[in-house]
């Protein structure tokens, strides 16, 4: 296939990697050609360039903030990205022929710049669809359910799930999901293409020099948050936990990321004098792989109120480099019988607090937690190894086609 891969993050190889590089360079490996175009920060890049990377073409288009910024600005980054996009495209990669257009979501408003790319090109679209809005934005309290902004990005969600000949959901909850609440979609074009990760060789690791490095204690358990620190991640929660297990010398927690509410981690560990725990930037690739391996527990924290099943990828990490995982979340997330499936770590509800604690002194006492940990490792290649993302794919193709 001639895959023309729409992206809103795409980093560049010495800035680490993602499960979408991940699959683009495993698509590439399959066979098949594919060409990245993808949304750029300006404070990242000043001018949209084309040039090799991962051994295929990477466009990088210029369009607007969306990271670490206020809602306002993200949404109108939100707005000015399609248009953007289109214009980038069609100046370096207009007389180009594609068999497919891979796109993600979020964002929603993706929709004008995937129908004009399937017209241009005379092609098929899949989407990969990794996050459900407005509705996840409604659960949170960010827009009203009935609301103009709400029902304008409900218009924009449709058009995004008519544009796609495809849609690839997280997990069979989420999929499910998608058909109760969109009855007007066809169920047949509504599949599981599950989160994947290309793996690495190495698990353990004896070598302690990121604890050295960052004054953590060797005999402690170091409980470890690694990614995005905003809204739907609930920074509550892990505010509280920290505060209540200041004191437990045998726990240490480690967050690293960043987010809109990353600052309340950090004023709480400031204002509240807590000693085992930390916060830090996004660390280089190497260093971050590096910790995770030092690490005992992974953390995945939701807030409680999501109405909607979300499948945080950064449980693969954890479950790559064997580590156990607690993860607190909504009650409808099927995350949780992952992890019974695996055996690889514990779930509690985000809404009870005194739970989400008792688990993790129970997880930082027990002798058996790497069992677990590799149970995960085990689980993970099994399951969610990126080359059954490749034959997911290039089985929709052939289905797609049959369809059409």
């Known amino acids: 296939m001639k895959i023309l891969y729409i992206a809103t993050s795409f980093p560049e190889p010495s800035k680490g990697a993602t499960i979408y590089t991940d699959l683009a360079e495993a698509l590439h490996k399959a066979g098949h050609e594919i060409t990245v175009a993808v949304s750029e920060q300006p404070r990242n890049k000043k001018h949209t360039e084309m040039k090799n990377e991962r051994g295929f073409e990477v466009l990088r288009i210029v369009t607007g903030n969306y990271y670490d910024v206020g809602y306002i600005e993200k949404g109108l980054t939100t707005l000015k990205i399609p248009i953007l996009m289109r214009t980038g495209i069609r100046k370096y990669l207009g007389n180009r022929k594609f068999d497919l257009v891979l796109f993600e979501s979020p964002p929603v408003t993706n929709s004008g710049i995937v129908t004009w790319s399937k017209k241009q090109f005379n092609c098929m679209s899949y989407l990969m669809l990794k996050d459900i809005f407005p509705q996840n934005a409604a659960d949170l309290g960010i827009l009203k359910p009935r609301g103009v902004l709400f029902h304008f990005f409900k218009a924009q969600e449709k058009k995004l799930y008519k544009a796609a000949d495809c849609i690839g959901c997280m997990s069979q909850a989420n999929r499910q999901y998608l058909i109760n609440e969109n009855i007007w979609l066809d169920p047949n074009k509504i599949e599981l293409f599950p989160n994947t990760k290309k793996l690495s060789d190495i698990v353990e690791s004896v070598d302690r020099s990121i604890r050295r490095e960052f004054g953590i204690p060797d005999n402690s358990c170091v409980f470890l948050f690694g990614g995005n620190m905003g809204r739907p991640q609930y920074m509550e929660l892990l505010c509280r936990a920290v505060k209540a297990l200041k004191s437990e010398p045998g726990c240490f927690f480690l967050f690293i990321g960043r987010g809109t509410d990353r600052f309340k981690l950090e004023n709480t560990i400031r204002e509240n004098h807590i000693p085992n725990a930390m916060v830090l930037e996004n660390l280089p690739r190497a260093d971050y792989e590096q910790i995770t391996r030092e690490s005992d527990v992974g953390l995945i924290v939701l807030d409680p109120r999501f109405?909607?099943?979300?499948?945080?990828?950064?449980?693969?990490?954890?479950?790559?480099?064997?580590?156990?995982?607690?993860?607190?979340?909504?009650?409808?997330?099927?995350?949780?019988?992952?992890?019974?499936?695996?055996?690889?770590?514990?779930?509690?509800?985000?809404?009870?607090?005194?739970?989400?604690?008792?688990?993790?002194?129970?997880?930082?006492?027990?002798?058996?937690?790497?069992?677990?940990?590799?149970?995960?490792?085990?689980?993970?290649?099994?399951?969610?190894?990126?080359?059954?993302?490749?034959?997911?794919?290039?089985?929709?193709?052939?289905?797609?086609?049959?369809?059409?």
């Open 307 to 404: 109405s909607i099943p979300n499948f945080p990828s950064r449980i693969l990490s954890y479950m790559e480099y064997g580590k156990p995982v607690l993860a607190a979340t909504d009650r409808v997330s099927d995350i949780k019988d992952l992890i019974e499936a695996a055996k690889c770590g514990e779930w509690v509800w985000s809404g009870d607090e005194e739970a989400f604690i008792n688990r993790i002194r129970s997880l930082a006492a027990e002798p058996g937690r790497s069992v677990k940990g590799m149970n995960g490792r085990k689980y993970i290649k099994e399951h969610f190894t990126v080359e059954r993302s490749v034959s997911i794919l290039e089985d929709a193709w052939q289905k797609i086609q049959r369809r059409v």
